[in-house]
């Protein structure tokens, strides 16, 4: 599968901003798909994760009530949805994609990786 995410940006604390995440190569609905996010001198973190039907969600702590990750399995894209953005919100976010039905938070079980794209958030 190879992944492609959409052009971060700039955005103002308590903006929005919606990442999305086209995929090809294999069968998009085949696969799980998750956010992830790593912001200078920090590890990679979980963010969001979406089970491939997308009837199942899961979020991060720092991301519930204000992300939304969702999926349209015909158009073979993931979309993060992001509101009331926070400068500690600025990282290289990267969607990524594992072979399994429900979501996970775990980075090692996933397959594929897009390129990472920058999402800086200004006070």
């Known amino acids: 599968v190879q992944l492609q995410a959409s052009r971060g940006g700039l955005v103002q604390a308590g903006g929005s901003l919606r990442l999305s995440c086209g995929a090809s190569?294999?069968?998009?609905?085949?696969?799980?798909m998750g956010w992830f996010r790593q912001a200078p001198g920090k590890e990679r973190e979980f963010v969001a994760a979406i089970s491939w039907s997308g009837g199942s969600t899961y979020y991060a702590d720092s991301a519930k009530g204000r992300f939304t990750i969702s999926r349209a399995n015909a158009k073979n894209t993931v979309y993060l949805l992001m509101n009331s953005l926070k400068p500690e919100d600025t990282a290289v976010y990267y969607c990524a994609a594992a072979n399994r039905y429900g979501t996970s938070l775990e980075p090692r079980e996933y397959d594929y990786w897009g390129q990472g794209t920058q999402v800086t958030v200004s006070s």
């Open positions: 190569g294999r069968t998009f609905s085949n696969y799980a």
